[in-house]
């Protein structure tokens, strides 16, 4: 079931597909070698063998220092993944206890309400998630919730069943609220361009250092140089793509709204 509504662009930023990123990464490492095969010609190695004391223990401080930046910025962006898929799991959750308990509501608002659940959790997937991939800003599910809210307004408390269910049912949607509010800031949130330019900037400055060295066995500076331009680079890839957790390659899906969908049909059957 789908359901329409106004969304509103707030940029245009598509992330990497897995073919840029593996195109990416095949130029930069090939860029790495090339570098060194020009200085090799340029700059004799017996030349560069001279500066390794002084450029060996550089590398070996920004290496040091750059890896730890990297590697806490992989961790922050995955831990900041994961926690969007949880989010979602929740907020899918939420709407679907929602679902069960206005069982006990009286009708017409039994119904409506578990049609506006199954609407919200549609609308989630058909809308609002294709919104998020483009950086688009989708109200059609708010206008679900609102209606939600209206229609829970009418319900009369006159049994104690009844009234459990509009007490719990209000603590779901505050609840899937919050949820969504969390997937919303995060949708929004990016990294810091003072950052990036840092991750960049030193990522280069590292690999450029290690192109300087000196070393009599060619094939074996290619290899190290190789090997540190795709790991740096590999792993920029990955930070920027899990920054935004709901675009890229790698996004958060809605699965766990669709198996909402699919437990409602189920409990409808039964």
């Not at 095969?37 to 223990?57: A, F, H």
């Not at 990297?70 to 926690?83: D, S």
């Not at 409506?112 to 688009?136: K, T």
Request: overall charge neutral.
């Amino acid at each position: 079931m789908g359901y329409s509504g106004h969304g509103v662009r707030e940029g245009v930023s598509q992330m990497l597909s897995y073919l840029q990123s593996v195109v990416l990464i095949s130029v930069s490492v090939a860029g790495s070698l090339l570098t060194v095969k020009l200085l090799n010609r340029w700059w004799p190695i017996q030349n560069r063998k001279m500066i390794n004391d002084v450029t060996g223990w550089q590398l070996g401080v920004l290496g040091t220092t750059y890896g730890v930046i990297l590697g806490f910025m992989l961790y922050t962006v995955a831990e900041g993944f994961r926690a969007a898929q949880i989010d979602a799991d929740l907020e899918a959750t939420s709407m679907l206890n929602i679902y069960r308990i206005a069982g006990g509501l009286p009708s017409p608002q039994k119904e409506q309400i578990r049609e506006l659940a199954r609407r919200y959790e549609a609308v989630v997937v058909n809308d609002e998630w294709p919104a998020m991939e483009q950086r688009r800003e989708e109200r059609a599910a708010i206008l679900v919730l609102n209606q939600m809210w209206l229609t829970l307004d009418q319900a009369k408390a006159e049994t104690e069943i009844a009234t459990n269910s509009i007490d719990h049912i209000q603590y779901a949607m505050s609840n899937l609220a919050e949820r969504r509010n969390m997937r919303n800031q995060q949708r929004s949130n990016q990294m810091p361009t003072l950052l990036s330019v840092l991750l960049v900037l030193g990522g280069g400055a590292t690999i450029a250092s290690s192109c300087l060295l000196g070393n009599d066995k060619k094939w074996l500076h290619y290899c190290q140089v190789g090997a540190l331009t795709f790991v740096i680079v590999t792993t920029l890839c990955a930070i920027a793509d899990l920054a935004r957790p709901y675009e890229g390659a790698v996004a958060v899906k809605p699965s766990s709204f669709v198996q909402s969908l699919q437990v409602m049909d189920t409990y409808d059957a039964h």
